[in-house]
């Protein structure tokens, strides 16, 4: 019995999550947005551990309690949005306070025949952790709740022929404008983002290093998102932002540096090199090496005898 209740609520309509909220029958079979004026709603309805099959696009004003996304929990303290792509679980913490804000909430099929049925999967926010939400700007806050407003007054109005573009050119903005201000919030934080460059190259030195690669293999972008304390995608997102590489990139970049520095400096072979820098086959070192510097390793050598 105990595993039963371990097992997460899955929502796989839009009536049903209306139904454990309390709120009248949703007016589109397909989207919905719940503006919730801090006493409309009671979040303990929710189930404590649950999933979807929706996106999910969420601003809370300022949501007390803590809301634990994938393994990790976000202080909604200030306010502020976070995104939820389809079958992601999502926990709810500390359900007490005011749960002002407004919640997004579409099947994938309402995107089916429409560009944006392939382009929403290529915004990374959808990938973040919960402790990686947007912040805003009080002029930020108003454009995100102006196309909210927008949204809430198409779906109050008559549906026509015309409704389902209108609605999905709102998303598109709010998305477009989601992806600018996250942006906005990697610039505005470069002096924290300065501070995990720093680390970033303290992990990479350790690896390269310590000759560990041979028997760990090359760190992998989760491996330095976990040391970090961030989610693979917030952290190469903001990598790209401040350097202009992203986190894979970062990775490459300290290979093949460390592969330089042993080609010009040590008699090992190629084979040998490649075994020290994480690879199991030369192969894959030589054809990395050459894609980076337009040598061979055996060519990028002669260079220096």
Same mark, same amino acid.
Request: zero cysteines; charged letters at 25%; proline letters at 3%.
């Given at each position: 019995m105990?595993?039963?209740?371990d097992i997460p609520h899955h929502f796989d309509s839009l009536?049903?999550?209306?139904?454990?909220l309390g709120l009248p029958k949703p007016l589109h079979p397909l989207v919905s947005?719940?503006?919730?004026?801090?006493?409309?709603?009671?979040?303990?309805?929710?189930?404590?551990?649950?999933?979807?099959?929706f996106y999910k696009i969420s601003y809370k004003k300022s949501l007390s309690g803590k809301l634990r996304y994938g393994q990790h929990y976000y202080d909604f303290d200030e306010g502020g949005m976070f995104f939820v792509s389809p079958?992601?679980?999502?926990?709810?913490?500390?359900?007490?306070?005011?749960h002002s804000g407004y919640t997004l909430i579409v099947h994938p099929d309402f995107f089916l025949s429409y560009p944006l049925a392939k382009k929403i999967r290529q915004y990374g926010f959808f990938s973040y952790?919960?402790?990686?939400?947007?912040?805003?700007?009080?002029r930020e806050k108003e454009t995100i709740i102006s196309i909210f407003n927008n949204i809430e007054e198409e779906l109050q109005g008559r549906i026509d022929d015309f409704s389902q573009d209108v609605i999905i050119s709102q998303i598109e903005s709010l998305l477009t404008y989601s992806n600018r201000f996250y942006r #906005?919030? *990697?610039? !505005?934080?470069?002096?924290?983002?300065?501070?995990?460059?720093?680390k970033l190259e303290e992990i990479l030195n350790d690896c390269f290093n310590t000759g560990r690669l041979s028997e760990q293999g090359i760190p992998t972008v989760q491996y330095l998102a976990e040391q970090l304390h961030f989610s693979p995608g917030y952290l190469s997102d903001m990598l790209r932002t401040l350097t202009g590489?992203?986190?894979?990139?970062?990775?490459?970049?300290?290979?093949?540096e460390t592969a330089k520095e042993k080609l010009c400096s040590t008699t090992l072979t190629i084979s040998e090199i490649a075994y020290e820098l994480g690879f199991e086959h030369?192969?894959?070192?030589? #054809?990395? *090496?050459? !894609?980076?510097?337009?040598?061979?390793?055996v060519e990028f050598r002669q260079t220096f005898n």
């Open positions: 105990k595993k039963d209740r009536s049903d999550l209306h139904r454990m947005l719940i503006i919730n004026g801090g006493d409309r709603l009671d979040g303990s309805k929710i189930p404590s551990s649950h999933t979807s099959v079958n992601q679980l999502t926990a709810n913490g500390d359900n007490n306070g005011d952790s919960a402790n990686e939400a947007l912040h805003l700007s009080a #906005r919030q *990697f610039i !505005t934080r470069k002096v924290a983002g300065h501070d995990v460059l720093q590489q992203n986190a894979q990139q970062h990775i490459h970049n300290k290979l093949i030369p192969q894959s070192f030589s #054809r990395l *090496f050459k !894609t980076k510097t337009d040598l061979s390793p």
